[in-house]
């Protein structure tokens, strides 16, 4: 089988499907990334990169001038795609990040693949004062109108959607060899006592977890605040207020995977302005490191961090007392500790999680060409 791989970078958060698909006999497999390093490769697997808007007429961050940057660049891809196929890589599949302008224009191309969107999680509020936001959204609710199948990595156990055909949550791979703690009991590192991760994942966020920090530290005045941000634009407004800051507020600079492995190695805690601001991704690698979650917001949220699941859950009021009772417990600190990172061995172990995503997308294409082989819409 021919597989296409369309993703942000190379191969970033599909790096462990990308090396199962590579490993099972049989596939040829491209992946084409905005980003990535040309020196790193995966056995099997052929790499482009795709070009980048050069227009300068595109400056900003509003929703017109970044829907239009979108669509010059999706346009780029396309005719990438259209190269590719005219070579002879016709993909029988293709699996992208949803949200991506690059696959705006796919279906163009590869009209007869099967699509596998996996969706990224988007803020429900602040999304009409922020151009950037406003297109992801429009993006993603494009992409996933144009896909076969769409897949949420989430905190979650497995979800089948039933009131969205074809939405599937599944839990996000951790590899919880590297995202392992410093001391071989699991629990959190002799360093993390006085630590307090602070992430977002969006800059719509950035100022409410820069206030969170402030009570935080005037609540503990002895403790170090890191505040991380996933989204460049956040990194930027931060790294824009560099000593302004309080002492004890860390700001680091964009983090290496070993980097950022070795922060939430030395942290105790880590929260959000809200449980929402926290992305699957970082919550479960630092669980992993033995990083325990305190977080406001509805337990639901994530069900699976409720009940010994290794997280404190509060209301928003309620958050900084929470914060600062717990750190002044470091027995119960370490409880939560080693139950965080059980929470994500038991469920989330990337060579548990992995076979399951294979399975579920073989399955799930050989459905849909017994649907189109039989008339039908899939």
């Given at each position: 089988m021919r597989i296409l791989f369309v993703n942000h970078t190379f191969p970033g958060d599909l790096g462990p499907l990308l090396a199962a698909f590579a490993a099972q006999p049989g596939h040829e497999i491209l992946f084409a990334s905005c980003r990535g390093r040309r020196d790193f490769s995966v056995p099997g697997v052929r790499h482009v990169v795709l070009s980048p808007s050069r227009s300068r007429r595109l400056a900003g961050d509003g929703a017109g001038t970044s829907l239009d940057r979108a669509v010059e660049m999706g346009r780029q891809a396309l005719q990438a795609f259209r190269l590719l196929r005219q070579s002879g890589f016709v993909p029988d599949m293709v699996l992208l990040s949803s949200a991506l302008e690059q696959g705006l224009f796919l279906r163009d191309a590869f009209p007869d693949a099967f699509v596998a969107c996996f969706a990224e999680s988007l803020p429900s509020d602040g999304l009409a004062g922020d151009g950037k936001g406003l297109v992801r959204h429009l993006l993603q609710c494009r992409q996933m109108q144009q896909s076969n199948l769409v897949i949420r990595l989430t905190a979650e156990a497995e979800n089948r959607d039933q009131e969205q055909r074809g939405v599937v949550s599944l839990p996000y791979p951790v590899d919880t060899d590297y995202f392992s703690p410093l001391t071989p009991n699991g629990a959190s590192g002799p360093q993390a006592g006085t630590r307090i991760l602070c992430a977002a994942r969006d800059a719509a966020d950035v100022w409410q977890m820069l206030r969170l920090a402030e009570v935080l530290l005037a609540q503990c005045p002895g403790c170090r605040l890191v505040l991380l941000c996933e989204s460049a634009t956040g990194r930027e407004s931060l790294a824009e207020l560099g000593l302004s800051l309080p002492t004890g507020i860390e700001i680091p600079e964009r983090?290496?995977?070993?980097?950022?492995?070795?922060?939430?190695?030395?942290?105790?805690?880590?929260?959000?302005?809200?449980?929402?601001?926290?992305?699957?991704?970082?919550?479960?690698?630092?669980?992993?490191?033995?990083?325990?979650?305190?977080?406001?917001?509805?337990?639901?949220?994530?069900?699976?961090?409720?009940?010994?699941?290794?997280?404190?859950?509060?209301?928003?009021?309620?958050?900084?007392?929470?914060?600062?009772?717990?750190?002044?417990?470091?027995?119960?600190?370490?409880?939560?500790?080693?139950?965080?990172?059980?929470?994500?061995?038991?469920?989330?172990?990337?060579?548990?999680?992995?076979?399951?995503?294979?399975?579920?997308?073989?399955?799930?294409?050989?459905?849909?060409?017994?649907?189109?082989?039989?008339?039908?819409?899939?």
């Open positions: 983090l290496s995977l070993q980097a950022y492995r070795d922060l939430l190695r030395t942290a105790a805690v880590i929260t959000a302005p809200a449980a929402a601001c926290l992305s699957a991704p970082v919550l479960l690698e630092a669980m992993s490191c033995g990083v325990v979650p305190v977080l406001a917001g509805d337990a639901p949220h994530w069900p699976l961090l409720q009940e010994g699941g290794g997280g404190l859950w509060c209301g928003a009021a309620d958050l900084v007392p929470t914060l600062a009772g717990i750190l002044a417990q470091p027995h119960q600190l370490a409880e939560l500790s080693l139950a965080a990172r059980r929470t994500v061995e038991r469920h989330f172990r990337r060579q548990d999680v992995i076979p399951g995503q294979l399975a579920l997308l073989h399955q799930a294409r050989a459905a849909w060409l017994r649907k189109k082989q039989g008339g039908t819409t899939a």
